[in-house]
């Protein structure tokens, strides 16, 4: 069978290359928990000698391999928003946190944010709180870590925590697509590969651990939760801020529940196809077909409509199109993108599940009462998932101290 590889998880949203300018070398590398991760220092504007003052510390998000330092400051600086550069400017040393292996369980990562904070603490001259968060996993990352902290008894010295469009009610990766991974694990092992992987389980609301198994909430998941619970939940001292890539009014992203998103037209996959996510009983979501194997088809059970609810989205259904059209399986992706995090999982709306339609539609513009969050913003429209945008960013920066 032809290899290809498709990755539908989503780390800080790259942008394209075109004439970027060239990124800037790190002001100082540190190695961290062994060489198990990085923390990247890009030091404010005016910064005398390498002097580390007002540091805030930013985790990187999951995917398959190595956070990419160039990537990572493409996607935060040369999208829609300069996010480092305004950062700097208003003096704050940023400190970009990667990881060796980004799929990784969150408590093994969380040892090399926890490494962070303590030397930032260390080599900060005078005694400014930092900031810390991240996005996507990087703000499940982040918050473990500073509620562990507390828990143990460990003056972080955070003032502020961030969360950027972080799944703290559990992402979503479409059965549909978890099950043709199965069904071509053959040719297409890192989509398993990432499925499978440590984070992956412990963050996905239900996830296929087999090509026959039924999809469920991963005992991994349902201990991570019980981790965080003993940690306390949330940090207790930092002012918590977060942000959701996606609606705040309860307004889906207008993807037609049922429809194809994705249909092999040619090659050895051809008329398998993908169906978005509809709602009820012995909902078909996909048909799979390959030579030799017996075509099959796949029914969920009283799902709702996740793919087209309001949150952050991710072209899942479009990079696995590109993928398969570059491995020569002639492939369209009619509906190309998904919902990936609900905003009431990135808003941390207390009590919702995001396997109840009514819970995914909540406005959550409305629900401060309700939100774990200190303060928090919703887009007005449903972008991509960790997507830099102005709207958000600027908010973020008028919640965080000033000089």
């Not at 990572?72 to 996010?83: T, V």
């Not at 950027?164 to 398993?192: C, K, M, T």
Request: glycine share 10%; net charge negative.
């Amino acid at each position: 069978m032809s290899g290809f590889a498709v990755s539908p998880f989503g780390q800080i949203q790259r942008v394209a290359v075109g004439d970027q300018p060239e990124v800037p070398p790190a002001g100082k590398t540190w190695n961290l928990d062994g060489d198990r991760g990085w923390g990247w220092i890009y030091y404010s504007d005016g910064a005398i000698n390498g002097t580390l003052r007002r540091p805030i510390i930013l985790s990187d998000g999951f995917s398959l391999g190595e956070s990419d330092r160039v990537e990572l400051y493409q996607g935060l600086n040369f999208g829609q928003y300069a996010l480092i550069s305004q950062l700097q400017q208003r003096g704050f040393d940023v400190i970009i946190v990667g990881y060796r292996d980004r799929s990784a369980s969150i408590l093994d990562n969380t040892r090399v944010v926890t490494e962070c904070i303590m030397r930032a603490i260390q080599e900060r001259e005078g005694s400014t709180p930092l900031v810390v968060g991240g996005f996507s996993m990087g703000g499940i990352v982040t918050r473990y870590a500073l509620a562990k902290l507390e828990s143990d008894g460990v003056d972080h010295e955070t003032s502020h925590y961030i969360s950027y469009d972080a799944p703290h009610r559990g992402a979503w990766i479409p059965i549909s697509l978890q099950s043709f991974a199965y069904y071509v694990e053959i040719a297409n092992g890192n989509l398993v590969q990432l499925i499978k992987s440590p984070a992956a389980r412990q963050m996905l609301w239900r996830q296929k651990n087999g090509p026959y198994q039924a999809p469920a909430e991963h005992p991994d998941r349902r201990e991570f939760l019980r981790q965080l619970e003993l940690v306390g939940w949330w940090p207790l001292r930092p002012y918590k801020i977060g942000v959701a890539n996606g609606r705040g009014d309860g307004e889906g992203n207008g993807f037609p529940p049922g429809e194809v998103a994705l249909r092999v037209t040619g090659g050895i996959y051809k008329t398998t196809e993908l169906y978005l996510q509809g709602d009820g009983p012995d909902r078909l979501v996909a048909y799979l077909k390959a030579p030799i194997i017996n075509a099959t088809r796949v029914y969920t059970q009283n799902y709702p409509e996740l793919d087209s609810a309001p949150g952050g989205t991710l072209d899942s259904f479009g990079i696995a199109a590109d993928a398969l059209n570059s491995a020569n399986q002639p492939t369209e992706a009619p509906h190309p993108s998904i919902n990936f995090i609900p905003t009431v999982s990135a808003l941390a709306v207390d009590g919702a599940d995001i396997g109840v339609q009514a819970d995914l539609d909540l406005p959550a513009n409305n629900l401060s009462d309700r939100i774990e969050l200190d303060a928090f913003r919703a887009s007005s429209a449903n972008t991509g998932h960790t997507e830099i945008t102005r709207e958000l960013c600027e908010w973020i920066l008028e919640q965080l101290p000033r000089k």
